[in-house]
């Protein structure tokens, strides 16, 4: 199996790590509500989710956005508190995260951060995630620049608590090592099941500790979750998602009307009792 391949000369643990829940993006609150709800109740060991209005921030507050972001930013701010100890939402993360298309680096450095103000301004968030962000060595210098301009916004934000924020880069494949050093979590695999479960880990990951990578697998059917988990603790992704929907409308047309894929992680999975159960109760980051 290419997942119990060693790498480098440190091999993962495969468990003794806590595994957390990232949501890469549910559909709009008002189209899932249940999705939403679901990220403030007690005992999910949830990480981060990412909030994207209209591929970014959109152009004004939107009142229902509004409304879930106030209740997840409420629920780890008043466990942070110590008023809510039974709420794993702050004990695992529990941060919003604001959605960032660098659309493989061809968007300008001001448009990104006109973006991340709006978000910090309108919905408090406590971080942001970078989606289709380069992988290549040459994009690495533009790619921190902008990474330590938006950690200078949320230092300087009302959104900051005393954890700081979270700033995570969707390569959704192994970019160059450097990248590492310049965001707190990395996206590493973002796919099907398929190629998942033949899926093989960098080398260069082995020198960091697990964590600071995500897994983001669709069409993993409920017979096979508990593998699937194990290859993300083999391979060191402190964050996962795992669904069985595989993305394909009945039609085979996406959100647009053109034929290929939808979103298959804008809605709850069928088994998602069960896998946060399977993950457990989160521990502080």
């Not at 593998?227 to 993300?232: G, K, L, S, T, V």
């Not at 993305?247 to 979103?263: F, H, I, L, W």
Request: with cysteine.
């Amino acid at each position: 199996m290419p997942y119990l391949t060693r790498t480098g000369s440190t091999l993962r643990t495969g468990g003794a790590e806590q595994v957390g829940v990232g949501v890469p993006g549910y559909a709009h609150p008002l189209l899932a509500p249940a999705e939403w709800a679901g990220l403030s109740r007690p005992g999910t060991p949830l990480h981060w989710a990412v909030l994207n209005i209209d591929n970014g921030p959109g152009a004004r507050p939107d009142p229902h956005c509004l409304e879930a972001a106030g209740r997840l930013r409420n629920a780890r701010e008043r466990a942070l508190r110590g008023e809510a100890p039974e709420d794993s939402v702050r004990a695992s993360g529990g941060r919003l995260l604001g959605h960032l298309d660098l659309a493989f680096g061809s968007r300008s450095f001001g448009e990104l951060i006109a973006d991340a103000r709006s978000y910090l301004g309108w919905y408090r968030v406590g971080g942001f995630y970078l989606d289709r962000c380069p992988v290549g060595r040459d994009a690495l210098p533009s790619v921190r620049r902008l990474t330590s301009t938006l950690s200078a916004l949320l230092a300087d934000s009302d959104s900051a608590d005393e954890e700081g924020g979270r700033l995570v880069l969707g390569h959704d494949t192994h970019p160059h090592p450097g990248y590492a050093e310049a965001a707190d979590q990395l996206v590493t695999f973002r796919g099907p099941w398929a190629d998942y479960r033949w899926s093989q880990v960098a080398e260069w990951t082995a020198a960091y500790e697990p964590g600071r990578f995500a897994h983001f697998v669709h069409g993993v059917p409920r017979t096979h979750l508990e593998e699937a988990m194990r290859i993300a603790r083999w391979q060191g992704a402190g964050t996962i998602f795992f669904t069985d929907r595989d993305g394909t409308s009945r039609d085979g047309t996406d959100r647009d009307g053109v034929k290929g894929q939808t979103d298959p992680f804008a809605a709850l999975p069928s088994y998602w009792d069960e896998f946060v159960s399977r993950i457990g109760p989160g521990i502080s980051e």
